[in-house]
């Protein structure tokens, strides 16, 4: 199975990037099906149900979160249903409404997949304790069957990724870090099991984490805190993320980097094993 990753959408030109490139990746990469972080979608803080309406228009099927999955609240009509594709963190204390596993199957070859949503917990909510967490949802995935485990680590420290990713290296198929909105591109495949630390956000590229600088430049001379806002202006720098996975058996077989700077063609840019790739002909 193939697969795409799209990293935190942000705002409205996160949205608007999405259906610029989406559907040609999908094409030309013949992906299987997507999944993207959509906390961040509806004017940087959460995922409205107009926002993943549109989205899942523009062909992102599953859809991740984190800490900002509260932020919208009319997103619990779709976190409450039984079969609902949209995640809330799998470590928010037992009761909480949603889920953080979605179980799918390949419709032409029926393998099966579970993508896994997990919060850290350095600078973060408080949460179940999400080694604990992810150890024991992936041991049950793995005790059904299902060997094509796909993990959002939604985290603020690179230690805090790296040490999840070392837990489960050669027990899931793909670890995608989130959250930071920098995109580390240290793309690696380490005993079957591909990782990133970030993925990167996919909207304002000249900004702060997809934010208007202004505002956070401000916060760091000062100390005071004041609202972050996602630049809209036409033509504003930005940048499209997305990476590509290819998934059997539980083992991840090639994986790279998508990227589209400033309105630009998308390209293929870094590989698991962090060289540059041969742009396909």
Sequence with gaps: MRFGFIGDIVGKIGRNLVKEYLQEAREIHKLDFVIANGENASHGFGLGV???LELSG??????????HIWDKRDIVSILQKEDSNVLRPHNYPQGVVGSGIFRGEIQNTKEKYAVLNIMGNFSMPQCDNAFICARDSVESLRNEGIRNIILDFHAEASSEKRAMFM????????IFGTHTHIGSDDLEIFSGTFGVSDVGLSGARESVIGMRENESIERFLTG?????????????????????????DGICK????LKAVDGGKIERTINALGRRCERNS
């Design 58 to 67: 523009y062909g992102i099927d599953i859809f991740t979160s984190g800490n």
């Design 254 to 257: 090639e994986a790279y980097k």
């Design 50 to 52: 107009n926002a993943y």
């Design 167 to 174: 837990m489960l290296k050669g027990k899931v198929g793909a």
């Design 224 to 248: 005071i805190p004041n609202r972050f806002v996602v630049p809209e202006e036409k033509g504003i720098p930005s940048i499209f993320q997305m990476i590509v996975c290819e998934l059997e």
